[in-house]
């Protein structure tokens, strides 16, 4: 079992930034590869970015590639979405997930273990 817990949401205008933190416990951090994943109102969940168990290799969305960075802190079970530029589409609640695959995947199905999700408005 992987516990994930989301923070750093919020209201935020056009053009500003937020870091999102995802803290887990549980199975170990290490082993796992995670993403980011937000869902707005009426849409299907999605992913924002992934990242390796090791950290060395990360996949983006289109739509945040050059905006957004996601992250990991294997020493202190943490891993990191920092967003940038941000723009009233990225109103979401923001997910993240981890899976015991060494690969990354795009697909929310993948994941074995989700957050309760952090809300991000972006006022424009």
């Known amino acids: 079992q992987v516990q994930l817990v989301e923070s750093g949401g919020g209201l935020v205008q056009a053009g500003g930034f937020l870091r999102l933190s995802c803290a887990a416990s549980?199975?170990?951090?290490?082993?796992?590869?995670m993403g980011w994943f937000r869902q707005a109102p009426g849409k299907e969940r999605k992913v924002v970015a992934a990242?390796?168990?090791?950290?060395?290799?990360?996949y983006y969305a289109d739509s945040v590639k050059g905006r957004f960075t996601i992250s990991r802190d294997n020493a202190n079970n943490t891993m990191y979405l920092q967003m940038n530029s941000l723009k009233s589409e990225d109103t979401a609640i923001y997910y993240c997930?981890?899976?015991?695959?060494?690969?990354?995947?795009?697909?929310?199905?993948?994941?074995?273990?989700w957050g309760q999700g952090t809300q991000v408005t972006v006022s424009s």
């Open positions: 997930a981890a899976t015991p695959r060494r690969y990354i995947s795009v697909y929310p199905g993948s994941y074995d273990y």
């Open positions: 549980g199975r170990t951090f290490s082993s796992c590869s």
């Open positions: 990242i390796s168990w090791s950290g060395n290799t990360t």
